[in-house]
C-alpha cells in the first residue's frame, strides 16, 4: 500500500477547480485509476472516514479541509481480497442453509420466517456484490451466467415452497438445489481466484481445505 499526505496549501493548489471535497476525492480516483491503482482509505483533517461518512462529508467544502491523507492500493489486490471475502461469504452461506434445512424438517417455516429472509437477503446481497466485481474480473461467460441464474433460481424455489407452506419442500431446496448452486459459484470463483493469482495453479487458494 501507499500513502500519500496533502496539506491544505498543495489541495488548494491542485485542486482549486473543485469547490467540495467529494471534487477533490473524485479527481484523485480517475488520476490513479490510470496508474491501476485505487483508494481504500481517505483521512480528512487527521480523521479517517467511513464509506457512509464519505457519503455525509461529499459537500462539505474544500476550503475546510486543513489536511487529506490518501492510501492506496493495487486494484488487482483487492480484487483478490474481495473474492476471497465472497467466498467465505458463500461457505457461512451454505452452512446456515444446511442447518436451516435440518430445522425445517422438524419446525415450520412460520417459525423461522426471520431466519429464511435472512438468508434469502444474504444471498441477494452476495449476487449483486459480485455484479459490481464483474467488471474487474476475468471469467468464463457461461459459467458465471448459469452460476449466477442457478442461485437466483434458488431464490424463487425458496418464495414459491413458502407460499405454498411447503416445509418438506423448502427443506428440499435448501439441503439440495441451494447447497448445489453454492457450489456452482465456489467453483467459478476458484477458477476466479487462481487466474487473478499468478496465472498458474500456484495463484492464491480460495476454498478451506
Excluded at 11 to 21: G, R, S
Excluded at 57 to 76: F, G, H, N, P, W
Amino acid at each position: 500500500m501507499t500513502e500519500i499526505d496533502l496539506k491544505k496549501e498543495e489541495i488548494d493548489l491542485f485542486f482549486d477547480m473543485q469547490p467540495t471535497l467529494s471534487g477533490v476525492i473524485h479527481s484523485l480516483e480517475d488520476k490513479f485509476k490510470i496508474q491501476g491503482l485505487v483508494i481504500c482509505e481517505v483521512w480528512i483533517n487527521n480523521m479517517k472516514l467511513s464509506i457512509e461518512q464519505e457519503s455525509a462529508y461529499a459537500k462539505t467544502s474544500r476550503e475546510q479541509v486543513e489536511s487529506m491523507k490518501i492510501v492506496l492500493d493495487e486494484l488487482s489486490a483487492l480484487v483478490l481480497d474481495s473474492i476471497v471475502s465472497t467466498v467465505e461469504s458463500f461457505q457461512k452461506l451454505k452452512a446456515e442453509s444446511l442447518t436451516l434445512s435440518e430445522v425445517l424438517r422438524v419446525q415450520s417455516a412460520t417459525e423461522n420466517h426471520q431466519r429464511i429472509s435472512d438468508l434469502i437477503r444474504s444471498a441477494e446481497f452476495i449476487v449483486e456484490m459480485l455484479k459490481a466485481l464483474r467488471g474487474h474480473l476475468k471469467f468464463d461467460l457461461e459459467q458465471w451466467q448459469e452460476a449466477e441464474s442457478g442461485l437466483l433460481n434458488c431464490v424463487q424455489e425458496l418464495y414459491t415452497a413458502y407460499e405454498k407452506k411447503s416445509d418438506v419442500l423448502m427443506a428440499d431446496v435448501l439441503e439440495y438445489e441451494w447447497s448445489n448452486a453454492i457450489d456452482v459459484w465456489l467453483q467459478v470463483l476458484e477458477q476466479i481466484g487462481t487466474s487473478e493469482g499468478d496465472g498458474t495453479d500456484q495463484g492464491r487458494p480460495l476454498q478451506n481445505p
